[in-house]
């Protein structure tokens, strides 16, 4: 199966705000983003699951028509942090956070643990199904998950991963095995 892991495209958001599940409306430059995204994609797919993040299920409407949203392929929850902006919030709870944002979470937010857990029952869900293209359109911190999960990569890596606005990669999964192969269509 090959899987089309998409991250949404530029939004129009505040300098160092932070959103993870906030819905946020996507740059004005869309319509040009979508341009050079289109050519990475084949024309068709088997099935597309689109976070359900509006800046997610935009892009995904303009690669097919029928899509499916699923929860688990949500960013990251920041709690009460969401919509503040990385200067506003508590500075040490915010420290205490990046000494160890394996484990630790935002104030009634998750750990990367926690959401690693739900983005794992979704990848191995996935494989299990019998198609042949799919596309993925999620977020940054999702596809830095898989990624670090299909490379064996410790979860604390992870930022080291680089996945811009519109970047496309591709996974060729092998059934149920951890053989897979995987290419940034840039």
């Not at 699923?70 to 990385?86: H, M, V």
Request: charged share 20%.
């Amino acid at each position: 199966m090959e899987v089309y892991l998409i991250r949404h495209t530029k939004t129009d958001i505040t300098p160092g705000l932070i959103y993870g599940r906030t819905d946020v409306p996507l740059a004005g430059s869309f319509a040009a983003e979508m341009a050079v995204i289109r050519p990475k994609l084949p024309a068709n797919f088997d099935a597309v699951y689109s976070s359900p993040s509006r800046r997610c299920v935009q892009l995904a409407e303009q690669i097919a028509s029928a899509i499916t949203t699923d929860e688990r392929i949500y960013e990251l929850n920041f709690g009460k942090w969401e919509g503040q902006t990385w200067d506003t919030i508590d500075r040490q709870a915010s420290e205490l956070w990046m000494q160890d944002f394996v484990n630790n979470a935002p104030p009634d937010g998750e750990t990367l643990v926690q959401m690693q857990s739900r983005v794992q029952a979704f990848w191995n869900e996935l494989r299990q199904q019998p198609h042949e293209r799919v596309a993925v359109v999620t977020h940054g911190g999702v596809i830095r998950l898989l990624l670090a999960t299909e490379w064996q990569l410790p979860l604390t890596s992870l930022f080291e991963i680089r996945v811009e606005y519109g970047d496309v990669f591709v996974i060729v999964v092998s059934g149920q095995e951890p053989d897979t192969t995987m290419t940034n269509t840039d």
